[in-house]
């Protein structure tokens, strides 16, 4: 069993680094970096996020959320306001041409995951959102 559980724990990094990978390839022609296709679609979800809401939601560190947001913000993806109400809290808006990029990149993402899944059948999905949901409360219960 220890054998299939490396092999399994092996090919769950190869399939992130794949897809990944992937999703920065063919996101090069709209100037994204790796991991600002995800964060374009997030905000575009939630306009107005703030950037502590979405370092949470991607675990990041907030200081590699502002590195992100200011190359998008050079390249016009994006515009930062302090909130109104909150002075500290700054809140994350897309432009035009981010709001383009999302929806480009939304896009990859759900042809990347049918390809990911494209032989499954409905039984095999179940299974696999099971079995994948028990790994996350497993990991759950050993950070606490």
């Known amino acids: 069993m220890l054998e299939e559980v490396r092999q399994i724990t092996k090919n769950f990094g190869e399939i992130a680094k794949s897809f990944h990978l992937l999703a920065f390839h063919k996101s090069i022609n709209q100037n994204l970096h790796p991991g600002q296709p995800k964060l374009l679609a997030l905000i575009k979800n939630k306009e107005g996020i703030s950037q502590k809401e979405l370092a949470t939601t991607i675990c990041v560190k907030p200081s590699t959320i502002t590195g992100m947001l200011s190359t998008l913000e050079a390249n016009h993806y994006v515009y930062r306001r302090v909130d109104e109400t909150d002075k500290r809290v700054m809140r994350v808006y897309l432009t035009p041409e981010g709001r383009d990029a999302a929806t480009q990149s939304q896009l990859l993402m759900k ?34």
């Open 111 to 144: 042809q990347l995951s049918e390809q990911l899944f494209e032989d499954f059948t409905q039984e095999e999905l179940h299974s696999l959102l099971t079995l994948s949901n028990k790994m996350i409360e497993n990991l759950k219960k050993f950070g606490t």
